[in-house]
């Protein structure tokens, strides 16, 4: 159990366009999900901490009209790159804990490999 | 904020050898340190974790030492293996379920 998944995997767009990237937990309620940036060869770095039902916490450094983040339900996330330039190529990973769960465990999804042109 | 620093950063051992990886951090509410492992392209998978009540914790061939004191934190992988080769990271939270990672340690297993 305790699988996330992320859609699409990779995503190629034009300067300027958003992109939609999508995290599910797919065999629990996830009521806190977290989106990671990772450039190659760098540590994962928490960009926001997404809350369902209410807005997400940004991470200093982190422009929120930038990048939005949805947290619709207790199974799915959305973070939008808006306007995206060619500096926001990177992985994307989101991650899950489990509503309710005796742990903290963060259960990671497989990332989205996003590469603006 | 949490800093979490992580030693060495790229780490080359014989097929057999024991690896041993070692971070610090800064805020003293940290209370659990988790270690991920990561292949190139992939997700993080977490691999074993800590928290503070317990100075030690073991899983087959790889364990885990928290010195609260000093606030380090040490991964250790014994008979290491071809398949043991990853970019492994360590991380902090003060249990408000948000991570601080380490920077990273490449570990290349040598046949």
């Known amino acids: 159990g305790a699988v996330v998944s992320q859609h699409p995997s990779w995503v190629i767009c034009k300067s300027g366009t958003s992109v939609k990237i999508e995290c599910r937990s797919l065999d629990f309620q996830a009521t806190t999900m977290f989106w990671y940036r990772q450039f190659p060869k760098q540590s994962l770095m928490l960009m926001a901490t997404?809350?369902?039902?209410?807005?997400?916490?940004?991470e200093q450094g982190v422009e929120k009209d930038k990048f939005l983040i949805n947290h619709a339900s207790l199974t799915l996330s959305t973070l939008t790159v808006t306007s995206a330039h060619p500096e926001d190529s990177s992985f994307y990973i989101c991650?899950?804990?489990?509503?309710?769960?005796?742990?903290?465990?963060?259960?990671f999804g497989p990332g989205t490999r996003l590469t603006v042109l | 904020g949490e800093n979490v620093e992580q030693h060495p950063s790229t780490l080359s051992v014989q097929e057999g050898d024991s690896a041993v990886i070692k971070c610090t951090y800064s805020d003293s509410a940290s209370n659990y340190f988790p270690w991920y492992k990561q292949e190139l392209g992939k997700r993080p998978q977490l691999i074993i974790d800590i928290r503070s009540n317990v100075g030690e914790k073991k899983d087959q061939r790889i364990a885990v030492t928290l010195n609260k004191t000093a606030k380090h934190f040490s991964l250790h992988i014994t008979e290491t293996q071809p398949e043991d080769s990853a970019v492994y990271f360590c991380?902090?939270?003060?249990?408000?379920?948000?991570?601080?990672f380490g920077a990273g340690t490449t570990v290349t297993v040598r046949a």
């Open positions: 997404s809350n369902e039902g209410s807005k997400a916490t940004y």
């Open positions: 991650s899950a804990i489990r509503a309710g769960g005796a742990t903290d465990t963060q259960y």
């Open positions: 991380a902090a939270s003060r249990g408000d379920y948000k991570l601080s």
